[in-house]
T-cell receptor, first 118, second 110 residues
Framework: GAVVSQHPSRVICKSGTSVKIECRSL??????MFWYRQFPKQSLMLMAT?????????EQGVEKDKFLINHASLTLSTLTVTSAHPEDSSFYIC??????????????FGDGTRLSIL | GDSVTQMEGPVTLSEEAFLTINCTYT??????LFWYVQYPGEGLQLLLK?????DKGSNKGFEATYRKETTSFHLEKGSVQVSDSAVYFC?????????FGKGTRLSVIA
């Protein structure tokens, strides 16, 4: 069964709206979670690494004020797309790894959120 | 830095054909290697993994062997089905976020 739950699966909203996406690890504690963005027919682009209890680490070129990440607990990270515009429309995927099982473990992925900004 | 190179797609095969998707990697140390599959409109699912040299990962008829001497982790399946149509990603992991290949789109036609 799923070990990472992501919600909502699809969002359609007007330009200027802020959208929050939740990512939960279901049966392990995730001190670190990852947020990816995927454009149609392309690979995943890492946006940021979410760290429990501290600031997220953003990849180069990702606007931290546009994509707010909060990792308030060991099982929940949220990504908020602030004042979304049509160019923010994309497929967003979160991921987490169970570090308690050592290095080299797979990352488990949520089912993704398809964001469409009108 | 670490990197993964996988064959460009798309790959189109007839049902019951043999599948190979090539994947090679560059990494320091001894990373774990993975194949993920993404069905249309969905997130990524772990297909199989190998954690050390000569390990063979297998699942749902797919196999891949961790070849340290050739730094490869090619994905194979002896007889593909229409339901295998998806995008396949090769990835490696050390103590950093996964490094992905660009993905290979597979279409299987009846």
């Amino acid at each position: 069964g799923a070990v990472v739950s992501q919600h909502p699966s699809r969002v359609i909203c007007k330009s200027g709206t802020s959208v929050k996406i939740e990512c939960r690890s279901l049966d392990f504690q995730a001190t670190t979670m990852f947020w990816y963005r995927q454009f149609p027919k392309q690979s995943l682009m890492l946006m940021a690494t979410s760290n429990e209890g501290s600031k997220a680490t953003y990849e180069q070129g990702v606007e931290k004020d546009k994509f707010l990440i909060n990792h308030a607990s060991l099982t929940l990270s949220t990504l908020t797309v602030t004042s979304a515009h049509p160019e923010d429309s994309s497929f967003y995927i979160c991921s987490a790894r169970d570090w308690s099982r050592g290095l080299g473990q797979p990352q488990h992925f949520g089912d993704g959120t398809r964001l469409s900004i009108l | 830095g670490d990197s993964v190179t996988q064959m460009e797609g798309p790959v189109t095969l007839s049902e019951e054909a043999f599948l190979t998707i090539n994947c090679t990697y560059t990494a320091t140390g001894y990373p774990s290697l993975f194949w993920y599959v993404q069905y249309p409109g969905e997130g990524l699912q772990l297909l199989l993994k190998a954690t050390k040299a000569d390990d063979k990962g297998s699942n749902k008829g797919f196999e891949a062997t961790y070849r340290k001497e050739t730094t490869s982790f090619h994905l194979e399946k002896g007889s593909v089905q229409v339901s295998d149509s998806a995008v396949y990603f090769c990835a490696l992991a050390g103590n950093t976020p996964l490094v992905f290949g660009k993905g290979t789109r597979l279409s299987v036609i009846a």
